[in-house]
């Protein structure tokens, strides 16, 4: 872990969240008891107080407790025990004499989940965000001031410059039953999370916030440049920002569903160039391995392959014309040659054919009608003639 007065993770340099975090003593104190921590999706401040330093010690023990325990997906009732335990830490350290008997912080607490953030809320610190351009106060603060706002006794104005402004009802560090407000909150890529110490959200007015928060597009400098405008509104207090653009989850669903997209494409472009290899050997084979009878020429034919043509194309060829006749054949064995329909496994098969038709042939020229029938072939000869 890096200091513990400002925890600042590298993994923001992972993409997931762009963000950018200041803390500055302001114009008027003498020490700055603001702590922070920016690690993704985790993001806190701290505004410590109890005087001669005890304020940073309580608010440096609330953001590491807090970076060790949190949740790192939006889970709001992880994040609350984290700093319900962060309160413990700060009430045993009181006791164990680091820092001073009553000395607290404020916590505001975020898990920023692609488009889900979760916030953990202690005291007045604040949560905004920005969206689409105007700017909503997330939190709700535990002070005197927002107490008496709520039931009318002082107007928004007033709260600003009353004496007890910075009177908070509820802080880290007081009492071991200290619970934070849990807030669960849908947001969208575009949106921009501020969280901040009222160093900040006391010496800006809420429009100069939105305006600062919009203009400058680069959260680090954003942060700077809210820093900066407090101090130049007075900075009478110790002043702390994070800048955090919510990219949410399309980007990151994007890509993945990109490569998702890409790899089933792969694999069925595989699985097809499979199938048509497995159809191209197998139909290299049938053509290898088949042979027909034509008719050229009044001859027969014998080629190799398959008859008639498949889209376009043929997928035979001519090996021999024979000296065989149709008019000499049978006439069902003719006509059903010069349909292509006399189809073999082999051009072996296709001579060995030819080679009977041959045969035949000869032995009816061969037994002619002054021949006693009787001493040819018994079985073939009446067939033959009967055929022809
Ligand atoms: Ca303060």
């Given amino acids: 872990m890096m200091s513990a007065r400002s925890i600042e993770s590298a993994k923001g340099a992972g993409g997931r969240a762009p963000f950018g975090c200041r803390t500055d003593i302001g114009r008027v104190r003498a020490h700055n008891e603001d702590s922070l921590a920016a690690a993704p999706p985790l993001f806190v401040v701290c505004d410590g107080m109890g005087g001669h330093a005890a304020g940073e010690v309580a608010s440096e023990i609330a953001v590491n407790v807090i970076a060790d325990l949190a949740p790192t997906h939006a889970d709001a009732e992880a994040l609350g025990q984290a700093v319900e335990a962060a309160n413990h830490a700060i009430i045993r350290a009181a006791r164990e004499g680091r820092g001073r008997t009553g000395m607290g912080t404020t916590c505001t607490a975020a898990v920023l989940d692609h488009e889900r953030l979760i916030i953990a809320q202690v005291g007045d610190s604040r949560a905004y965000l920005l969206h689409k351009g105007g700017l909503q106060q997330l939190t709700r603060d535990h002070s005197l001031m927002a107490d008496m706002l709520e039931s009318g006794q002082i107007t928004p104005a007033e709260a600003k410059v009353h004496p007890k402004r910075s009177v908070i009802t509820r802080a880290l560090g007081s009492s071991p039953r200290t619970q934070p407000d849990l807030y669960e909150i849908n947001v969208e890529p575009g949106d921009r999370l501020l969280l901040c110490t009222d160093g900040l959200s006391g010496m800006l007015e809420n429009d100069e916030i939105a305006r600062t928060l919009s203009r400058e597009s680069d959260p680090q400098e954003c942060a700077s440049q809210l820093v900066d405008e407090a101090n130049a509104a007075g900075g009478v207090d110790n002043i702390t920002a994070i800048v955090v653009d919510v990219t949410g989850f399309s980007e990151t669903r994007r890509r993945k569903l990109a490569r998702k997209t890409k790899a089933t494409a792969a694999m069925l472009l595989t699985l097809l160039a ?63 040659i010069a349909a292509e329909e006399v189809r073999l496994d082999s051009v072996r098969d296709a001579y060995n054919l030819v080679g009977s038709y041959e045969a035949e042939i000869a032995e009816k020229a061969g037994v002619s009608p002054d021949e006693d029938p009787g001493e040819g072939e018994p079985e073939a000869a009446p067939e033959e003639g009967a055929a022809s």
């Avoid at 159809?279 to 392959?305: C, M, N, P, R, T």
């Avoid at 194309?313 to 064995?333: A, I, K, R």
């Fill in 274 to 336: 499979l199938i048509l290899g497995g159809a191209a050997l197998a139909f290299d084979y049938l053509v290898d391995h088949s042979a027909f009878l034509a008719e050229q020429d009044g001859k027969v034919a014998i080629y190799q392959g398959i008859p008639g043509e498949i889209a376009g194309f043929e997928f035979s060829s001519l090996v021999e014309v024979t000296n065989v006749s149709l008019t000499d054949l049978q006439p069902g064995t003719a006509s059903r």
